[in-house]
Protein backbone atom coordinates (compact mmCIF):
# COMPACT_ATOMS: atom_id res chain seq x y z
CA UNK A 1 0.00 0.00 0.00
CA UNK A 2 1.34 3.38 -1.25
CA UNK A 3 0.19 6.62 -0.83
CA UNK A 4 1.77 9.86 -2.50
CA UNK A 5 0.74 13.19 -1.99
CA UNK A 6 1.95 15.83 -4.57
CA UNK A 7 1.25 19.26 -5.84
CA UNK A 8 2.30 21.64 -3.17
CA UNK A 9 3.54 25.07 -3.70
CA UNK A 10 4.38 28.84 -3.47
CA UNK A 11 0.82 30.68 -3.59
CA UNK A 12 -0.34 34.01 -2.83
CA UNK A 13 -3.28 34.49 -0.52
CA UNK A 14 -6.60 33.85 -1.65
CA UNK A 15 -5.02 31.79 -4.78
CA UNK A 16 -5.47 28.13 -5.15
CA UNK A 17 -3.57 24.50 -5.14
CA UNK A 18 -4.89 21.69 -6.09
CA UNK A 19 -3.12 18.56 -4.36
CA UNK A 20 -3.02 15.05 -5.07
CA UNK A 21 -2.75 11.57 -3.82
CA UNK A 22 -2.05 9.25 -5.66
CA UNK A 23 -1.99 5.51 -4.37
CA UNK A 24 -1.24 2.31 -5.70
CA UNK A 25 -1.13 -1.36 -4.18
CA UNK A 26 -4.95 -1.57 -2.83
CA UNK A 27 -7.85 -0.61 -4.35
CA UNK A 28 -9.14 3.29 -3.87
CA UNK A 29 -12.52 1.78 -2.45
CA UNK A 30 -10.76 0.15 0.27
CA UNK A 31 -10.23 2.63 2.37
CA UNK A 32 -11.49 6.27 3.35
CA UNK A 33 -8.95 9.01 2.17
CA UNK A 34 -8.01 12.17 4.41
CA UNK A 35 -6.10 14.89 3.74
CA UNK A 36 -4.23 16.39 6.97
CA UNK A 37 -2.03 19.54 7.69
CA UNK A 38 0.61 20.15 10.04
CA UNK A 39 2.70 23.18 10.75
CA UNK A 40 5.24 24.03 12.90
CA UNK A 41 4.89 22.91 16.65
CA UNK A 42 1.30 21.59 15.99
CA UNK A 43 -0.40 18.81 16.09
CA UNK A 44 -1.28 16.76 12.52
CA UNK A 45 -4.84 17.86 11.66
CA UNK A 46 -7.25 15.75 9.35
CA UNK A 47 -8.91 18.85 7.42
CA UNK A 48 -10.82 16.79 4.79
CA UNK A 49 -12.02 13.11 4.32
CA UNK A 50 -13.87 11.00 1.36
CA UNK A 51 -15.29 7.84 2.60
CA UNK A 52 -14.68 4.27 0.96
CA UNK A 53 -17.69 3.62 -1.39
CA UNK A 54 -20.35 6.22 -1.08
CA UNK A 55 -18.03 9.19 -1.13
CA UNK A 56 -19.33 11.02 1.70
CA UNK A 57 -16.78 13.93 2.42
CA UNK A 58 -16.08 15.50 5.53
CA UNK A 59 -14.91 18.88 6.12
CA UNK A 60 -13.30 21.01 9.64
CA UNK A 61 -14.85 23.93 9.92
CA UNK A 62 -12.18 26.19 8.90
CA UNK A 63 -11.59 24.94 5.03
CA UNK A 64 -15.53 24.63 4.46
CA UNK A 65 -16.59 26.17 1.42
CA UNK A 66 -13.06 26.39 0.36
CA UNK A 67 -11.60 23.30 -0.29
CA UNK A 68 -13.50 20.49 -1.82
CA UNK A 69 -12.29 16.85 -1.52
CA UNK A 70 -12.76 14.56 -4.78
CA UNK A 71 -12.03 10.67 -5.81
CA UNK A 72 -10.75 9.72 -9.50
CA UNK A 73 -11.22 5.96 -9.75
CA UNK A 74 -9.50 6.03 -12.96
CA UNK A 75 -6.72 7.12 -11.68
CA UNK A 76 -6.48 5.97 -8.04
CA UNK A 77 -5.91 9.21 -6.84
CA UNK A 78 -8.05 11.83 -4.08
CA UNK A 79 -7.88 15.55 -5.03
CA UNK A 80 -8.33 18.72 -2.47
CA UNK A 81 -8.82 21.34 -4.17
CA UNK A 82 -7.87 24.50 -2.29
CA UNK A 83 -9.36 28.19 -2.81
CA UNK A 84 -9.29 31.41 -1.38
CA UNK A 85 -6.16 29.97 0.70
CA UNK A 86 -4.70 32.22 3.58
CA UNK A 87 -1.23 32.47 5.54
CA UNK A 88 -2.50 30.11 7.94
CA UNK A 89 -2.63 27.56 5.15
CA UNK A 90 0.99 26.91 5.39
CA UNK A 91 1.47 23.63 6.42
CA UNK A 92 2.29 20.47 5.43
CA UNK A 93 0.14 18.41 3.58
CA UNK A 94 -0.47 14.68 3.86
CA UNK A 95 -2.78 12.14 2.51
CA UNK A 96 -3.63 9.16 4.40
CA UNK A 97 -6.13 5.76 4.41
CA UNK A 98 -8.10 4.71 7.05
CA UNK A 99 -11.16 2.13 7.65
CA UNK A 100 -13.30 5.22 8.48
CA UNK A 101 -13.06 9.15 8.37
CA UNK A 102 -13.08 9.07 12.11
CA UNK A 103 -10.11 6.47 13.06
CA UNK A 104 -6.95 7.06 12.99
CA UNK A 105 -4.98 6.03 9.85
CA UNK A 106 -3.40 2.75 8.72
CA UNK A 107 -1.10 4.28 5.78
CA UNK A 108 -0.01 7.65 5.18
CA UNK A 109 1.94 9.35 2.18
CA UNK A 110 4.78 11.63 2.62
CA UNK A 111 3.96 15.20 3.02
CA UNK A 112 4.19 18.03 0.55
CA UNK A 113 4.77 21.66 0.97
CA UNK A 114 2.13 24.30 0.92
CA UNK A 115 3.06 28.23 1.65
CA UNK A 116 0.56 30.84 1.30
CA UNK A 117 2.56 34.17 1.29
CA UNK A 118 2.61 37.15 -1.08
Known amino acids: VQLQASGGGLVQPGGSLRLSCTTSGFSIDSYAIGWFREGPGKERLRISCISKWDDNTYYVDSVKGRFTISKDRAKNTVYLQMNSLKAEGTNVYYC????????????WGQGTQVTVSS
Open 96 to 107: GASRTCTVANDY
